[in-house]
């Protein structure tokens, strides 16, 4: 009796094992698509407060911002002071643009993955004060950094 106690509690033991580690896997993978959605959510800071910090979020190169294919106006200007003077225009543009409308942070709640399928992950915030959703789009492969930034409006 004793041999078949032992049996069950080993077999128990096996199946809590299992378990665990299936959430820990959840839990994981959970883990990786809020760092997705953390990241976006400090860029995104960053640049309504004009932070400079924002400057090593962003594939300058790549990026498109709200309709404007900022990259490729980025990619044309002649030498790198230039190319500063863009970046430090842009976070100030930004942070202005955001006051001037009265816009709040803490309004843009449900930070989110919505896409990891495709060459990009997008991350989507809901805006609050209109319902419209916020999408950030960063490369799979490669340094994070966000190549995107477009508003999906409230459908």
């Given at each position: 009796m004793r041999h078949r106690a032992a049996q069950i509690s080993f077999s128990t033991i096996i199946i809590i094992g299992v378990i665990i580690g299936l959430a820990l896997t959840v839990e994981a993978v959970s883990f990786?698509?809020?760092r997705d959605a953390d990241f976006c959510r400090r860029a995104l800071y960053y640049l309504v407060k004009g932070r400079p910090a924002a400057?090593?979020?962003i594939d300058w190169n790549q990026l498109k911002a709200v309709g404007l294919d900022t990259g490729k106006e980025y990619s044309g200007l002649p030498n790198d002071n230039e190319r500063k003077m863009f970046r430090k225009v842009f976070?100030?543009?930004f942070a202005a643009g955001f006051l001037k409308v009265k816009g709040e942070f803490k309004k843009f709640v449900h930070w989110r993955v919505i896409d990891r399928k495709s060459d990009f992950i997008i991350v989507a915030a809901d805006y609050k004060k209109t319902g419209d959703t916020l999408l950030f789009a960063l490369p799979k492969?490669?340094?994070?950094k966000i190549q995107s930034i477009q508003w999906k409006e409230k459908e």
């Open positions: 990786i698509k809020n400057e090593k979020m976070i100030n543009s492969k490669g340094k994070k």
